[in-house]
């Protein structure tokens, strides 16, 4: 019975009502039909607080498909929209609505045009572009919302990291942390945006990776609590796991009986013909310890381990403890590059609740609607201007500098080509009296961004798997500048309006206020 009922909640309803009352406006009215087009894009980069995101990855796609492709409209769903009432004790949807919402309560006439997963992507720019039938679209727009979402903001958080801890290894390990089944979702999201290996075993394999963990304090305890100790644990463990074996070493003392404790389990490991993985270290000053660690199974004859770091790392605390161990390792008879190379790095909480920036801005707001054979643009007026949306059918441009580094993506209407232009006229897409010039020059390579993902409720092509999406997001991160992945204050990407689109939207703002 429970299994249905997440079944249920996870269907065709998994949306807001004010979605299905529009949808029975739209219908009450006669334009449910009308093709329109809506548009994916957030307002602004994640904020942690004392440091901020300067790119975004895209995530999501693949798992909003996978939704579309299940999600129908069936009698469960009809009966449950019947019990619904109005303030005055009458249903609030009519039979006949209902009727043909059952009919017609599926994604096959949705075609979706995007920026494909892993991509680096900006605020304001459209990172997908939905059209189909208004009131089918327009369901569509909170199960859309929150998965693209939360996994843009996962895979976002995920390269962060991967970008401050270099080549080395990353391991998602935030699913006890998690807000309920999120969990799997984060899960694709951070491998998509930099985590190599997650320990959410389920998801890890539906995805093709094989789960990863070593093991917890409660197993030193136990057998502590049994009347045997630290070393025996290990030793246990290192049986029953030779070629796998990774031990925790901070129950009870780090330096003095952690590590002293694993160096004696991988003598017999090594003595065995077995190659011991390394030790973890969970808590205390983690530069220090990385450090003396490296030293000790340096001295040890296992200057090979591997050294992964938990406990409520994030971008900032890698940077933080990288930094102390390129200063003080030398001072100890370490070589800095010697540590640093040997980590990798276990994150948690950070990683699968994005701390500090709990919720992407994104938003789905209508651009077009189809009247007879013609396409009228759509624009929400706002007196914020961050609010406002840009019009019309439109497609994104990446615009590659001599470097062939890209230096700014173009929002330009649909029957624009900036190859073929002399020069680029680009308008800040706010600031209505701030523009630029590029020229041709200046340019190396401009490349459109949007591409055909779904044609009416049907996959152009294969979903891509985590590991090509992973690719695509390598090539995009070395396309970047050095200071737009700064971790801290980043330098700004520029977004613009090409020069029609610009005209358009003064065009359409000028007419709202006659």
């Avoid at 358009?504 to 703002?509: E, F």
Wanted: proline share 4%; with cysteine.
């Amino acid at each position: 019975m429970q299994g249905n009922k997440l079944e249920f909640s996870e269907g065709f309803l998994f949306t807001d009502l004010y979605q299905l009352t529009m949808a029975q406006l739209y219908w009450r009215t006669g334009i449910c039909n009308k093709r329109a087009q809506f548009d994916y894009f957030f307002r602004s980069y994640p904020d942690y607080g004392s440091h901020k995101a300067g790119f975004c990855i895209a995530a999501g796609l693949g798992s909003i498909i996978e939704w579309m492709q299940k999600a129908r409209c069936g009698e469960k769903e009809i009966k449950n929209l019947k019990q619904v009432k109005s303030r005055s004790g009458r249903r609030l949807f009519e039979d006949n609505f209902l009727n043909w919402l059952k009919e017609n309560g599926n994604f096959e006439g949705i075609n979706i045009r995007a920026v494909k997963e892993g991509r680096v992507v900006h605020p304001v720019e459209p990172v997908a572009v939905i059209e189909g039938e208004l009131a089918v679209a327009q369901i569509l727009e909170s199960p859309f919302l929150n998965i693209m979402n939360y996994q843009t903001l996962v895979a976002t958080k995920a390269a962060r990291v991967k970008e401050a801890g270099g080549s080395n290894p990353v391991l998602e390990f935030g699913l006890r942390r998690a807000q309920g089944k999120g969990a799997n979702q984060g899960t694709r999201a951070a491998l998509i945006g930099g985590a190599d290996f997650s320990s959410n075993t389920a998801i890890s394999f539906e995805l093709g990776f094989p789960p990863k963990g070593t093991h917890a304090h409660s197993m030193v305890q136990a057998f502590m609590a049994l009347g045997a100790d630290e070393l025996a644990a290990f030793t246990e463990y290192a049986n029953l796991y030779p070629d796998d074996c990774l031990l925790l070493v901070d129950t009870i003392d780090t330096l003095e009986s952690g590590i002293p404790n694993a160096i004696k389990v991988f003598e017999k490991l090594k003595s065995t013909g077995h190659k011991p993985v390394g030790i973890r270290l969970d808590s205390g000053d983690l530069a220090y310890l990385s450090i003396k660690a490296a030293k000790m199974l340096n001295d040890a004859g296992f200057g090979d381990t591997m050294i992964v770091l938990s406990n409520q790392l994030d971008e900032m605390v890698i940077w933080q403890i990288l930094s102390q161990i390129k200063r003080d390792a030398e001072s100890y008879g370490v070589d800095p590059d010697d540590v640093i190379n040997r980590l990798a790095y276990g994150v948690g909480t950070s990683l699968i609740t994005s701390r500090g920036a709990s919720a992407l801005d994104g938003v789905y707001k209508l651009s077009a609607v189809k009247d007879g054979g013609n396409w009228s643009p759509a624009m929400k007026v706002s007196q914020t201007p961050s609010k406002m949306t840009n019009p019309g059918f439109k497609k994104l441009w990446r615009i590659y500098d001599e470097r062939g580094k890209a230096s700014a993506d173009m929002i330009a209407l649909s029957d624009e080509n900036p190859e073929t232009e002399y020069e680029l006229k680009l308008h800040h897409p706010i600031e209505s009296g701030k523009h630029r010039t590029v020229k041709k020059s200046q340019i190396k390579k401009i490349e459109p961004l949007l591409a055909d993902i779904v044609k009416n409720g049907s996959v152009c092509g294969e979903i891509e798997s985590i590991d090509k999406i992973r690719e695509t997001r390598q090539k995009d991160m070395e396309m970047l500048d050095t200071g737009v992945k700064r971790p801290v204050n980043p330098h700004i990407y520029h977004i613009s309006l090409s020069r029609k689109l610009w005209k358009l939207k003064q065009q359409m703002l000028e007419e709202n206020e006659q």
